[in-house]
């Protein structure tokens, strides 16, 4: 089973923007359709972008769609999350997935593994 390590998270301005990393060592990460989702404490966990095993399709959250864009490097088992025009609200714990079964999809319970996640803050 794969595992995943999230990085990348920070304190951040609004306007800003960050980079954020989820490393899967070792060498089934091409098996894998890769998500990301959020969450505030005492809220529910919230899809934010998924995408393919080969990174060919994407998909994301309707709200979020222009600001932010998942992509995977498969040669250094990595997905990616890049996040523009950050705002106060994007605050939140974020976690990467992973789906064996290779699904493109905001569903959280097609996601097998999961990361620890990351803290990224965004101050207005």
Do not use: H
């Amino acid at each position: 089973q794969v595992q995943l390590v999230e990085s990348g998270g920070a304190l951040v301005q609004a306007g800003g923007f960050l980079r954020l990393s989820c490393a899967a060592p070792g060498g089934t990460f091409t098996w894998y359709s890769m998500g990301w989702f959020r969450q505030v404490q005492g809220t529910a966990r919230e899809f934010v972008a998924s995408i393919s095993r080969r990174g060919d399709t994407t998909y994301y959250a309707g709200s979020l769609k222009g600001r932010f864009t998942i992509s995977r490097d498969n040669a250094k088992n990595t997905v990616f999350l890049q996040m523009n025009s950050l705002k106060p609200e994007d605050t939140a714990v974020y976690y990467c997935a992973a789906d064996w079964a290779g699904a493109v999809t905001s569903s959280r319970s097609a996601y097998e593994v999961w990361g620890q996640g990351t803290q990224v803050t965004v101050s207005s």
